[in-house]
């Protein structure tokens, strides 16, 4: 019998935790600069209202190709974003620890420990161990820390790259 009330209680609290009714619209943006057909997943992307989310799984279908309209809505921690022009929600990850800047000088791509001077006056040491090369100058740069590390993303270099503050 108490097996019966454990499973009948987790089932009210399972239900009420991923209920519909439970999202709540806190705005409408669009996102900045996105000219892609389909978001995958970890697509990392800033909102003309200035919040910065991280795609946790691809869309299923197309999205518009210039700066789509979409909807923000919020459950607890959880974040879905409802595009006017497509059915299938997209859930995302609220970025809060966001650093905008621009790299100091060229940026010459990765390689193992490499630097990365920032006009912030931040220097950046790459975690990882890839390799490639690049040749960009003062680009812009935006870091931002998920699940303890701490990414970096350059402009027109199609990586992220895993960095810790020197």
């Known amino acids: 019998m108490r097996i019966l009330f454990l499973f009948i209680g987790f089932l009210f609290l399972s239900s009420n935790s ?9 705005g409408e943006t669009k996102i900045e600069g996105y000219t892609g057909k389909r978001i995958p997943k970890g697509f990392f992307f800033k909102t003309t209202a200035g919040d910065y989310f991280i795609t946790n799984k691809k869309a299923k279908n197309e999205m518009p190709l210039q700066d789509p309209t979409v909807e923000v809505f919020k459950n607890g921690t959880s974040y879905k974003l409802k595009f006017k022009e497509s059915e299938t929600p997209l859930f995302a990850t609220k970025i809060k620890n966001v650093i905008e800047t621009q790299h100091k000088g060229v940026f010459k791509g990765l390689e193992d420990g490499a630097y990365f001077k920032m006009m912030n006056g931040q220097t950046w040491v790459q975690f990882s161990t890839r390799h490639r090369d690049a040749r960009l100058i003062e680009p812009k740069v935006v870091i931002y820390k998920l699940r303890g590390h701490w990414y970096m993303i350059v402009e027109d270099f199609n990586e992220t790259i895993m960095v810790y503050l020197l």
Not at 19 to 24: D, E, R
């Open 18 to 26: 991923f209920s519909q009714s439970n999202w709540t619209l806190i």
